[in-house]
Nanobody, 116 residues
């Protein structure tokens, strides 16, 4: 049974940093593309960072230069380092694992709140 467990969310002031972690189990982690998505109240879920099985990363312009995704295949874990956080980064952040349409999994989400 595939499980993705996010951690590291919390309350941070604007300009601060947080690192999210997503620990995966029940899957061949190294084969999966991994992604971080977020969903703010009243908004659609959006991609904030992705990393392929080969380590290629992708970011939308809204977080480029501030967020960094990385993976540790030995630990079956993907990370999201978030720096220079803004009020608009407030959302529930979700971890995603993807290996074709039949293998797409989500974590339960972790709340990130940026507030002064």
């Amino acid at each position: 049974q595939v499980q993705l467990v996010e951690s590291g969310g919390g309350l941070v002031q604007p300009g601060g940093s947080l690192r999210l972690s997503c620990a995966a189990s029940g899957m061949l982690f190294r084969l999966y593309a991994m992604g971080w998505y977020r969903q703010a109240p009243g908004k659609q879920r959006e991609l904030v960072a992705a990393i392929t099985s080969g380590g290629t990363t992708n970011y939308p312009n809204s977080v480029k230069g501030r967020f960094t995704i990385s993976r540790d295949n030995a630990k079956n874990t993907v990370y999201l380092q978030m720096n220079s956080l803004k009020l608009e980064d407030t959302a529930v952040y979700y971890c995603n694992a993807h290996l074709g349409s039949a293998n797409d999994y989500w974590g339960q989400g972790t709340q990130v709140t940026v507030s002064s």
